[in-house]
C-alpha cells in the first residue's frame, strides 16, 4: 500500500511537472469569508507584478479543503481559503493522497455577526438564546419571544451557512457550544450533539452567496443572517449588526477581543506546487505584507481585522518559510 501511495506521488508530481506550461495561473478555492481578501491580494497581485492574477473561486471552507487535498497535479488547487482552522481529518486526507507537505498561514481575525435589515427593529441577543432558540437537542420553539420575552414576538427565521462552510463550523464552535454551556448543559455534550443546529424550519441554509442573504434580509425584516463581520462591514448600508451577549460587532472588539463570536481566518499552500505553478510564493508575500494584511493595509477597508504585530511577524516569516504543518494541534 505504501508502494502504491509513493508511486502515485510521483507520477502525480511528473503530471504537475509536464503540465506547468497548460497552467500559469494560480488557482485558489476556499472559504467565502475570505474570498474578497484574497480577490482584492489577488487583484493587487495581477497589478503589480509580471505574473497573470490568480483564480480565486468561493466553494466554503469545507469545499475547499477537499479539493485541495485529492491530491497533488495541475488539476488540483494550489492554495484554499479557510475561514476555520484545518481539521485532523483533513489533514489526514490531504496526507494519504499524497499532500504531504502543507504551509498554513493566518491572515487576521473576523467576526461572526448576526444582522438584519437596516430599517429593522435593533436585535440583542444572549449565546444562550441562540442555542434555545437553535439547538437541534434544545426545546425547539417557533417564536423568539418564547425563548424570552424581552426578544421579538416574530417567528425564528435564520438565513445562515451550510456545513461546508468554516462560518457554520464557527458558529457552532463559538455560539452553540458556548451557548449550550450557558444553558447548564454538560461541557462534553455540549461539544457534539448539543452544538448541532436543528433542521426544522426556523434555520434556513443559505448556501455561499451572502449578497442572497443581504437581499432576503431586506425584503423580510423579521429574518436574522449570520455571516462574516467583513460582509457587515461592506454592506453596512442594507444591514446592521446585532448585539451578542452586549457586545456590538465593531472592529475594535473584534481586535481586542472583547466581541465573543470572533475567529482567526487562514490559507493553506500545497508546497508540492511552489516552482511548478509560477508565483505562489510571490502571492502569499502580497498577502501577508504589511501594504496587504498589516494595521494600515488595503485589506482592513474590506473588513480584515490585522494580526497583533509580534503574531504578524512570526507568521509571515513562518509562510515565507513554506514551514511545513506537523498536524499538530488540529482537532
Known sequence: MKTARIISVVLATTLLAGAASAREQIRIVGSSTVFPFSTAVAEQFGKTTDFPTPV??????????????????????????????????EFRQCQENGVTDITEAVIGFDGIVLANAIDAPTFEVTREQLWLALAAAGPKPAMWSDVDPSLPAEAIEVLGPPPSS????????????????????????????????????????????????????????????????????????????????????????????????????????????????PGIVEYADEFTSEAAAGEEGYLTDKGLIPLPPEQFEENRNRVLALEKMTGEGLE
Not at 56 to 82: H, M, Q, R, W, Y
Not at 227 to 248: M, P
Request: proline share 3%.
Open 56 to 89: 480565486v473561486e468561493s466553494t466554503g471552507s469545507g469545499g475547499g479543503l477537499k479539493l485541495f487535498c485529492a491530491g497533488v497535479g495541475e488539476d488540483t488547487p494550489d492554495i484554499t481559503n479557510a475561514s476555520r482552522r484545518m481539521k485532523a481529518k
Open 166 to 277: 468554516g462560518t457554520r463550523d464557527a458558529f457552532e464552535e463559538l455560539v452553540m457550544e458556548k451557548g449550550c454551556e450557558a444553558a447548564g448543559k454538560e461541557k462534553d455534550f455540549c461539544k457534539h450533539e448539543g452544538s448541532e443546529i436543528r433542521e426544522d424550519g426556523p434555520y434556513i441554509e443559505a448556501g455561499e452567496n451572502d449578497n442572497l442573504i443581504v437581499s432576503k434580509l431586506e425584503a423580510n425584516h423579521a429574518a436574522v443572517g449570520i455571516f462574516g463581520f467583513s460582509f457587515l462591514d461592506q454592506n453596512s448600508d442594507a444591514i446592521k449588526g446585532a448585539t451578542v451577549d452586549g457586545v456590538e460587532p465593531e472592529f475594535d472588539a473584534i481586535a481586542e477581543g472583547d466581541y465573543p463570536v470572533s475567529r482567526s481566518l487562514y490559507f493553506y499552500i500545497k508546497d508540492a506546487h511552489v516552482g511548478v505553478i
